[in-house]
C-alpha cells in the first residue's frame, strides 16, 4: 500500500515539492552562511519526494542551536515552503484520491516549518527505538503470579 500512496504522491504533488525544495537548497548553498539550510532542504525535499514509510522524530539533543536555525529558516524560507504544502493540501483534499495525500501535505508543513532538531527514518525504526509521536506495539500481558 505504501509503494501505491508513493507512486500517486509523486505524480501529483510530490516532485512538485521536491522542486521547490531543491530551489531553496540552491539558493542557500549559493550563499556560503547558509549552507546547513541547503542540507536541510535537500534532506526534506527527498522526503517530501517519497514520504509513505518514513516518519520524523525529534533529536532530544539538540538545544538552542536548533531552535536559532529554525527561526531563520522560517524567515529565509520556510514560510513559502510551507505555503506550498498548504495549498498543494488543499487542492489534494478537493478529490476524493486525494484526501488521504492533502492530509500527508499538511502533515509535511510542521517538517516544513522547524527541520533542525528533527531526524527523518523509517516508520519500522522509529517503532523500534519508540520515538514519542510514534504508535509502538503494546508488548504482550504478562501472567500474573498464583496466590499461595
Known sequence: MRVVLNVVW????GFWLFVAYMIAAILAFIFIITIPFG???VRIGIYS???FGRTVIPQPDK???S?????IWFLLGGWWLALAHLV????LCL?????PLGIANFKLINVCLRPFGRRIVSVAEAQRIGAQGVIVPA???KALPKAT
Do not use: F, M, S
Not at 88 to 91: C, D, Q, R, S, W
Not at 95 to 99: E, L, P
Open 67 to 71: 531552535t536559532i536555525g529554525n527561526v
Open 88 to 91: 498543494t493540501g488543499i487542492l
Open 63 to 65: 538545544g538552542a542551536g
Open 139 to 141: 508488548a504482550p500481558p
Open 49 to 51: 519526494l517519497w514520504p
Open 10 to 13: 509523486l505524480v501529483l504533488a
Open 95 to 99: 478529490t476524493i484520491i486525494g484526501i
Open 39 to 41: 542540507v536541510a532542504a
